[in-house]
C-alpha cells in the first residue's frame, strides 16, 4: 500500500480557514454577508431566559391555593420587584390583613389556584458572540450565527488550555530549544502572546498572567506545572473552559521539548502581528485542535485545510502515543500487511525516522501529519 489517510496538525504560513460562530440559543444575527469583522466584532446576541424561582404563596398566607391566587396583586406578565408587596388577605372586618411580599424580581409567569405558587422569571441574561478572527462573514446562520473566513498564517497544537484570546505575537526567546523563563516575560506583555522555546515554567506562566498577557504557546509544558497553575488536574474532558485568563498552548507535547524549527521560524516571521488565539482542545471524537491564527493581508486564494491529508513515505509526521509522544520524524516505509501488537491486536503500521530515535515501528493510528 502506498498512502493511507490520517488526521493531520496544521503549520502553515498561508492558507484559507472558516469558523462558525454558534449562538447556543437561538438569537439575532447582527451582521451580513460579506461584511468584514474583527475579532471583537459581536456577530449575533440572544437573551438567556432567567431562572424560574417559585413562591410558596399559599403555604406565606397559610391559606388553600385557590383564596391564595386571589389574594395576588398582579396578574401573569406583570413585573415585580424584590421587596414589592404581591398578596394580601381581606383580613377580618377589614383588620387583622396579611402582606406578603416577593423575595425575586422578575416577571411574573404564572399564577396556578391549584399549588398556590407563583412563578416569577428572573431578568434574562444577553448573550453576544463575537467573531474571534478578522475576516469575511461567509455564511449567515439564521438565529444561530456565521461562518466567517480567513486568510492566514496558522499554528495548530497538540494540547492547550483557556479560551479565545487575542493579541500581538512577541517571540521572547532566541530559538526553539530555549526554555520560556519568567525573565523572559516583560512588564510591557499585557494583552500579547508570548512565544516561548522548548516549554514554559511555572514561574513564567504566573508571570505572564501576572502582567495580563494573552497567551503562551512553547514547545511543551510539565504536567505538574499545568496542574500547579490551574489548581487540578485537568483529565481527559475537553478544555477550553478553565477559569483563567491566561491562554496556553504547547505544538510538540508534555514535557520539555524543542518547538519543531519550521514552526519557531513562522512565529519569528509573524512578529508584532496580530493574532487569534483558542486554547480548546478534545483528542477523542471530534477532535478539536489549539491554534493561533494570525490574519494575512494579502487576497488571493490560498489552499484551504483538508480534513484529512495523504500519509506517504516522506511524510513529516507526529507520534501522539507512548513510548514516543511528541516526537517528530519522516515516514519510510508503509508495510500493506497487518502486524501484531503485544496486545494481540492486527494492525496497520509504518516505519519512520524519528529524531533521537532512529527508524521506529509504529501504528499508523498513533501519528498525524504535520501539514504544512
Known amino acids: 500500500m ?33 461584511a468584514t469583522v474583527e475579532p471583537e466584532t459581536i456577530v449575533a446576541q440572544a437573551m438567556l431566559p432567567g431562572p424560574l424561582q417559585t413562591i410558596k404563596l399559599g403555604e406565606k398566607l397559610g391559606t388553600d391555593p385557590k383564596e391564595a391566587a386571589a389574594s395576588f396583586l398582579l396578574k401573569e406578565g406583570d413585573s415585580v420587584a424584590i421587596g414589592q408587596t404581591i398578596a394580601e388577605t381581606k383580613g377580618l372586618f377589614g383588620m387583622f390583613k396579611s402582606t406578603i411580599v416577593s423575595d425575586h424580581a422578575g416577571v411574573v409567569e404564572t399564577v396556578s389556584d391549584i399549588t398556590g405558587n407563583v412563578l416569577v422569571r428572573e431578568a434574562s441574561t444577553p448573550v453576544t458572540l463575537s467573531a474571534y478572527i478578522h475576516g469575511t462573514v461567509a455564511e449567515v446562520l439564521p438565529q444561530e450565527g456565521v461562518t466567517v473566513e480567513t486568510r492566514c498564517a496558522m499554528v495548530q497544537g497538540i494540547f492547550g488550555v483557556g479560551g479565545e484570546q487575542h493579541g ?25 502572546i508570548l512565544i516561548g522555546g522548548s516549554g514554559m515554567t511555572y514561574e513564567a506562566i504566573a508571570r505572564a498572567a501576572e502582567v495580563k498577557a494573552a497567551g503562551i504557546v512553547a514547545g511543551g509544558i510539565r504536567d505538574s506545572d499545568l496542574v500547579k497553575y490551574l489548581g487540578y488536574d485537568i483529565g481527559v474532558a475537553i478544555t477550553g473552559q478553565e477559569a483563567i485568563q491566561l491562554t496556553l498552548m504547547v505544538t510538540e507535547g508534555f514535557g520539555h521539548l524543542a518547538m519543531a524549527e519550521r514552526t519557531f ?39 484551504a485545510p483538508e480534513k484529512a491529508f495523504t500519509l506517504s513515505v ?59
Open 2 to 34: 502506498g498512502s493511507a489517510y490520517t488526521p493531520g496538525l496544521t503549520v502553515s504560513p498561508d492558507l484559507v480557514v472558516r469558523r462558525t460562530r454558534r449562538l447556543p440559543i437561538h438569537g439575532e444575527v447582527l451582521v451580513q454577508e460579506g
Open 168 to 192: 500581538k505575537i512577541r517571540v521572547a526567546v532566541k530559538s526553539g530549544g530555549e526554555l520560556l523563563e519568567a525573565s523572559h516575560v516583560l512588564s510591557t506583555d499585557a494583552g500579547m
Open 265 to 303: 521560524e513562522l512565529f519569528k516571521s509573524l512578529e508584532g502581528k496580530d493574532a487569534s488565539m483558542n486554547g480548546a482542545t478534545q483528542i477523542r471524537a471530534g477532535v478539536i485542535r489549539p491554534e493561533v491564527i494570525v490574519p494575512s493581508e494579502a487576497t488571493a486564494k490560498a489552499h
Open 314 to 372: 516522506g511524510t513529516s509526521i507526529r507520534v501522539i502515543r507512548e513510548p514516543y509522544f511528541g516526537k517528530l520524524g519522516t515516514v519510510t516505509e508503509l508495510p500493506s500487511e497487518l502486524r501484531v501488537l503485544e496486545s494481540g491486536t492486527e494492525v496497520r503500521v509504518l516505519k519512520a525516522k524519528l529524531q533521537e530515535d532512529g527508524e521506529v515501528l509504529v501504528p499508523r493510528a498513533n501519528v498525524e501529519i504535520i501539514a504544512t
